[in-house]
């Protein structure tokens, strides 16, 4: 606390949002994997496993639309710890009897995991806005790229989180610790963050939800089919395909994949220094084009190497990991051009629509990784991942070029 004190308000402020948003992140990540791997190990197919994420994705979506709009105008401390309360009541869903883990139940557990996530993670991602200086731009990219990489970094150990502690302390032991953990960081919350934090000087109407400006509109639009592009083979198909074919266990398969989101998180947080600040450019569209389309390589690659049986699995995992890296620059891109899209006065309401596509496209991933690969395996997963990654770049070529 006393060293907190000391800083400036705004960085102090920011720190306190990462912090919320770490320790959110952490938990999420740990509860998806949990969920995957339990749900696999009592024998449920990929696609009722992609079913249990349905509301989590669907209510993502709904949540961005609006949470955007109630942020601009109750401010976004009240939405993140709105969130924080929501993802703990959502963990205290998930502590009654095995009996009573049914289908219905979980998806019910996992709506409010999504409505809370994603309250948060527009919090966090406006609240930037709010506490950089208008013309700092550079500044700005860096914070975001911060912020965004970290996220993932710590989503990433939440994935080897989740598959320790169901190793170690069983479902509902698990869950128990998250609960708990995250209440203690919600009382903080309510304790430390500034109450009129991203609260727009003009009460915005309902009616404005929906964005005006054809910048944010088209980056909406590619983020949808980039994050469907990353989801339809990582959410569902990936774990299962890891755990069924490859015979590997809860450790392997949560270790990996932590340490996956772990490098994406890394390389996020310094994609500022390998898109242009280095040289004193800021990008724009031509470089979402560009990367766009460079990542659409990889799941090319990767599907013929499976289908003509050329190291398949070697080329699985390697391209696995460059696809992190590669996405990586392409998420932390999209995130600093949104937040430098968004309005000065209600950031939270552009920066809401875009996550609201984001959510999108994610609930489409979900789904069509659990039926693709439950009808015709990871391969199909590959080639619909490379076909939204060229619609995501083809969109690209109408955002401004810087």
């Keep these: 606390m006393a060293v907190l004190s000391r800083l400036t308000p705004q960085l102090r402020q920011y720190l306190i949002v990462t912090g919320n948003y770490w320790a959110f992140t952490l938990t999420d990540g740990a509860l998806r994997m949990l969920v995957v791997l339990h749900f696999h190990q009592l024998g449920y197919s990929p696609l009722e496993i992609a079913l249990l994420f349905l509301f989590y994705e669907f209510f993502g979506v709904v949540t961005n639309l609006f949470g955007g709009w109630l942020g601009a105008r109750i401010g976004l401390n009240k939405t993140m710890n709105i969130g924080l309360a929501l993802q703990v009541v959502a963990l205290g869903m998930l502590l009654v009897p095995a009996a009573m883990l049914t289908v219905p139940w979980v998806m019910l557990a996992q709506a409010l995991s999504g409505i809370a996530k994603d309250l948060n993670k527009m919090s966090a991602k406006s609240s930037v806005k709010q506490l950089v200086p208008a013309n700092a731009e550079g500044t700005l990219y860096k914070w975001v790229a911060i912020l965004t990489g970290s996220k993932n970094a710590l989503k990433g150990a939440g994935f080897f989180l989740g598959g320790a502690l169901l190793t170690l302390l069983g479902f509902q032991g698990a869950i128990l610790v998250m609960a708990v953990a995250l209440g203690l960081v919600w009382l903080l919350s309510l304790l430390l963050l500034k109450e009129d934090l991203g609260r727009a000087k003009n009460k915005p109407r309902f009616s404005q939800i929906f964005s005006k400006s054809g910048a944010v509109n088209y980056l909406s639009a590619a983020r949808m089919f ?68 460079g990542l659409l390589l990889l799941p090319v690659l990767i599907a013929l190497s499976l289908t003509n049986n050329v190291y398949p699995h070697i080329v699985l995992l390697a391209g696995l990991l460059i696809f992190g890296g590669v996405f990586a620059i392409n998420s932390s891109l999209h995130s600093y051009l949104i937040v430098s899209y968004a309005r000065e006065d209600g950031a939270s309401m552009d920066v809401g629509f875009y996550y609201m596509a984001n959510a999108m496209g994610r609930l489409i991933g979900t789904v069509l990784s659990g039926y693709l690969f439950q009808i015709a395996g990871l391969t199909a997963c590959l080639w619909v991942s490379a076909l939204f990654l060229a619609t995501a770049a083809v969109i690209s070529l109408r955002l401004p070029r810087a």
């Design 226 to 293: 980039l994050f469907g592009a990353r989801d339809v083979w990582f959410v569902v198909a990936l774990p299962v395909y890891l755990a069924s074919t490859l015979g590997w266990d809860h450790w392997s398969v949560g270790g990996f994949l932590a340490l996956w989101i772990i490098g994406y998180g890394i390389i996020q947080s310094i994609a500022p220094y390998l898109t242009g600040k280095r040289s004193g450019r800021l990008p724009g569209g031509r470089e979402a084009f560009l990367w766009a389309s």
